[in-house]
């Protein structure tokens, strides 16, 4: 019989019930026991959304933006691209959501794509004008109705990030065209997880800021799996992503250091096991889906 003093939640996105799981900082985490959701405690609280859209809206880009303008995520924005271009064999209309300063962008159009983005943060939209001309817009899924289809949305780091990230997958399929492509990267939860804990059982708890990554949900291949297929998409394909470079951990030492060099050896022991078991095991920190919106290709 159950534990009736147990404390519990109810999945924003199945109803069932959810229980404590994991705790990083002040966050805590409860874990869905029917679809396995991972999701952040009082995401459901009264002003939540609100203080979430004033934060993108009006202080990400001075408390982040460093991390996209350092450079180092180039090599994530080229491997997204030529994923999709080997899926869709043309550089059409793409809409990348949380798209920031646009960097990912200005790849895709110098590859020849007819390429948008959308993003909360006014002054990484204000950056993207100024850099990249006129192909960013203010705002979210939510609010945009473009009137027209695209071959590709991208979403890369973004899902995790949302009030509602199932909600954004039923918008991202209502922008695409029959047989579009839908490109997503996020944290590879299960894999944070494990390090959270394995940082932990070495009294590593004040690095974990710096490798482990947790935002609303922390997200698995079977929850997106499900969730993508749930919204009609088809050939769902999950793989470990590439990591992003490492310029954004030269300032740190010691440490770090350490830490930075255990970051390689589990991406190399992930790649091989991903190899090994023909895509099963999928351990490394990132995870790369790709899915079609149901339909002709033409
Ligand atoms: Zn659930």
Redesign the pocket.
Known sequence: MMNQSVESRR?P????Q?FPGLAAGRRRFFH?S????VFRDGLDAPEAAAEERRYYEDEYYRELAWDQLEGYRDGIYREALDRIEGQEGRRGRLLDVGCGCGLFLREALKRGWDAKGIDPSRESIEYLHATIGDAGIQGTLEDFDPGTRYDAVTMINVLDHLAEPWKDATRAASLLRDGGVLYVRVPNGPFHMALCRLLASCGLNGSTGRVVVFHNYVLSAAWLTRVLSDRGFSRIEIRNAGLSGFSGYRRHTGRTKVLHALRRAVWCGAKSAERLSAGRLLWGPSLEVTARKAGKTG
Not at 13 to 16: G, K
């Open positions: 999945c996105y199945c109803l069932e959810a869905c029917s679809c396995r959701l």
